[in-house]
């Protein structure tokens, strides 16, 4: 059974990456989406959305805990897809995963995303050419939800995936539609991984044991998907996997100072007071001493006062 740490734009990056790898016990990370339009982009901005890359040694790209970390792309042009896919696993990406989920109104205005699941055959060619454009022992794995305004192609898409050469493929358990209201349909899930023969990967509405337990019963996977309900308890993969308890507030006060003590360096003190509100807003889901602090650190607005409350 392996847990994967999803992508979450603007929220899981490679900070919080490296945070909750030490104390999750996850098996994979895969980064914020990273959009590509009509050209390669430079080296650099891979190494913004993924400093492992730039950090990657004997072991390849991972977090300082060891675990793997692949890069996501987004687009609709089959060829720059490809040629970005092929630039990424040269800097030493752990695999390509390409983005058919997000659900962002700007994001489907512009042709990416969950938009290009009206069609199964757009995510067939994209899939192609990045599989094609890569090493043939690269994992190439794709995300998707269960359709756009229905499910009418949820199975279709799936096959789609599969046909053009995908290892495995993460399914979030909603449409575009239907964003993150709960629940998740895992059931579909089930009835997408029956017509296919890749592993499937389950995502949605993942907060605790219990909630993985009864995922993995109804969509029949192995393998689970967690992103909010990582945030919200932060050792969840181990949770999932019993190797552990829950993780008591001592240790979470503690997490939140790592935290702050990453976010604060050079120019990204400006963004942490948001950051660690986003991020209390979670956690107080779980802990009641979460809520409390929100309320004490909510009209806080330098890193060196939220720091004192924390």
Known sequence: MRVVLAPMEGVLDHLMRDLLTQVGSYDLCVTEFIRIVDQVISDNAFYRFCPELKEAGAYGCTTKAGTPVRVQLLGQHPQYMAENAA?????????????????????????????????PENLYQIVK?????????????????????????????????EAAGANELTVHARTKIEGYKPPAHWHWIAKIKNEISI??????????????????EISGCTDVMVGRGALTMPNLGKVIKQEDDVMPWFDVQALLLAYTECETRGDKSKYFPNRIKQWLKYLKNHYQEADALFGEVRTLNTAEDIRAAL
């Open 87 to 119: 630039k990424v696993v040269e800097l030493g990406s752990n695999g390509i995963d390409i983005n058919f989920g997000c659900p962002s109104k700007m994001v489907n205005k512009n042709q990416g995303g969950a938009v290009l699941l009206k069609d």
């Open 129 to 161: 050419a990045v599989k094609e454009a890569v090493p043939s022992d690269t994992m190439v794995s794709a995300k998707i939800r269960l359709g756009y305004e229905d499910k009418s192609l949820a199975i279709e898409n799936g096959q789609a995936v």
């Open 199 to 216: 592993p499937v990967i389950a995502n949605g509405d993942i907060w605790n044991l219990k909630d993985a337990i009864k995922c993995r």
